[in-house]
């Protein structure tokens, strides 16, 4: 089995409104008996951070600024595909 800390206390959320939502996601999921409504809750924030990081890095991206003369060039000289 793949070893990962899963300690949610190990994750600092600094935002009074995002600490809110987590404790009332985390008394939903305290009271959820059904196994099979927990796996598809892991899959869908397992998807849903994988989704946010494929955004973050295309926002990163989109903000790296462009060669005039070749578009799909950045400014150290690697050719970017996308």
């Known amino acids: 089995m793949l070893q990962f800390n899963l300690d949610p206390s190990s994750i600092e959320i600094n935002s009074p409104e995002k600490q809110f939502e987590y404790v009332k996601y985390d008394r939903l999921i305290e009271q959820c008996r059904n196994v099979e409504d927990l ?13 946010r990081m494929e955004v973050c890095g295309q926002l990163l991206f989109d903000s790296l600024p462009k060669d005039k003369e070749n578009p799909e060039e950045g400014d150290g000289g690697c050719i970017v595909r996308r």
């Open 39 to 51: 796996q598809n809750l892991a899959r869908y924030l397992l998807k849903l951070d994988m989704k």
